[in-house]
């Protein structure tokens, strides 16, 4: 479908969602996300490369879904998909811009990380130069000498330091007189931008500070599921007259937190890497959102504590092989990916448990694997293995459904002993 075609389409269309950039695996779990929130939502997806895969897009009704391609112009595409009409655009960052399959894009985008004539930090503030000029382009256009900007863009980066890049966002415009200026040697955190908290930007870090911040203050949660546009869904907290409900009137099943899933449960138990298992939780009936894995070597479910346990901390020097004295001496120029790939290899020789935070969709499932997940707490999993873990969140530790306050500290005590 080209953009003439396009425009004939969309001539009616109000209320609409823009969705600029990325890569296919993002865009389709971002559709999927935005049409489990509001089922007769229309999307218009611009400049997607390459053709739609089945692995992507299966369980995605694109009725009201257009896609444009081999586009002539961003600003005819702009015009063309009536972005001054859009409920809001969403800017996603795009890992290269070469044409192929996702394999041939990363391949390009190591070589060029490998043949760049800046290296090191430089290249790093470059990553994100083409998700921002996106940005600045739908939000300041200028057709036909009228100019509008009341459009609501929302930015996905690779790195919260590419936030200086956004004009107004520079450290002169915060108030540094020269290089030798302390905010100009370093970065402020993401969350303590105008912009973030706007809802305009959002980084990759962003969950996993709020999977944090839940541990001491659990009222975080409903903050995230707002943020995914998830509200309502993940712990019904909308009466009838889609009024909010405090937290404080829900019952303690329904209190939005993050816990464990075995991948023996039956929402995932057909499901052999993380990006199935992903698909699979967004889409059910109950979604939640996936943010990670713990694993364990050999299945078995124990941890450890410095304050319990010596032993355990002085294996933390051995617990990777390709960090074995003899074995670092030629991963210096290496990337970090590697590595990682090193790991997964020998994952058997390690001791300690460790946690997978945003994980590749290809990264394979093991059995003993528990999926750190955002949402409202299933019932018993049928498998009988949903228990909790050692590393469940605070909010799997007690059983607040015993009234008595004797009967939560036996539950405490038993998951204590059960932790040890």
Excluded at 17 to 34: N, W
Excluded at 112 to 130: K, N, S, Y
Excluded at 198 to 215: K, M, N, P, W, Y
């Amino acid at each position: 479908m080209d953009a003439d075609e396009l425009e004939d389409i969309v001539k009616g269309l109000s209320e609409h969602i823009i969705i600029c950039g990325g890569e296919q695996p993002q865009i389709s779990l971002t559709v999927r996300m935005l049409l489990q929130r509001c089922p007769d939502l229309e999307v218009v997806v611009l400049g997607m490369k390459g053709k739609r895969t089945q692995a992507d897009w299966d369980g995605i009704g694109l009725t009201n879904v257009y896609f444009v391609n081999e586009l002539e112009s961003r600003k005819h595409d702009l015009q063309a998909s009536h972005v001054e009409r859009a409920k809001s655009v969403i800017i996603l960052p795009s890992s290269t811009t070469s044409e192929g399959s996702s394999g041939e894009a990363k391949a390009s985008f190591k070589s060029m990380a490998h043949t760049a004539h800046i290296q090191g930090p430089e290249l790093r503030r470059i990553v994100d130069a083409d998700t921002i000029l996106t940005t600045n382009i739908v939000a300041r256009r200028n057709w036909n000498g009228e100019e509008v900007n009341d459009i609501w863009t929302v930015t996905q980066l690779l790195q919260e330091t590419s936030l200086g890049r956004f004009f107004g966002m520079a450290p002169e415009a915060q108030g540094a007189t020269s290089k030798f200026d302390d905010r100009w040697m370093n970065s402020q955190p993401l969350n303590m931008s105008p912009l973030f908290a706007a809802g305009h930007i959002i980084a990759t870090a962003t969950v996993d500070r709020f999977l944090i911040e839940s541990f001491f203050n659990p009222d975080a949660m409903l903050i995230v599921e707002r943020l995914f546009g998830l509200a309502g869904l993940m712990i019904g907290s909308k009466d009838k007259d889609c009024r909010s409900v405090s937290s404080s009137s829900l019952a303690p099943k329904e209190f939005p937190c993050a816990f464990q899933l075995p991948v023996s449960d039956k929402r995932v138990v057909d499901c052999s890497t993380y990006g199935e298992a992903a698909n699979a939780l967004l889409s059910s009936s109950e979604p939640v959102l996936p943010l990670g894995i713990f694993r364990y070597p050999k299945g078995r479910p124990s941890s450890y504590s410095l304050l319990v346990s010596l032993e355990a901390a002085n294996e933390l020097d051995f617990r990777s092989p390709a960090f074995r004295a003899g074995s670092t001496k030629n991963l210096g120029d290496q990337p970090s990916s590697k590595r990682l790939g090193a790991e997964r290899k020998s994952r058997q020789t390690h001791r300690l448990p460790y946690v997978i935070t945003n994980p590749p969709q290809d990264l394979k499932l093991f059995k003993s694997d528990l999926l750190f997940v955002l949402g409202r707490e299933f019932g018993p999993s049928p498998s009988g293995s949903g228990q909790n873990s050692p590393a469940s969140s605070p909010a799997n530790s007690v059983d607040h459904s015993r009234g008595s306050p004797s009967g939560q500290e036996e539950a405490a005590t038993k998951n204590m002993h059960e932790r040890l």
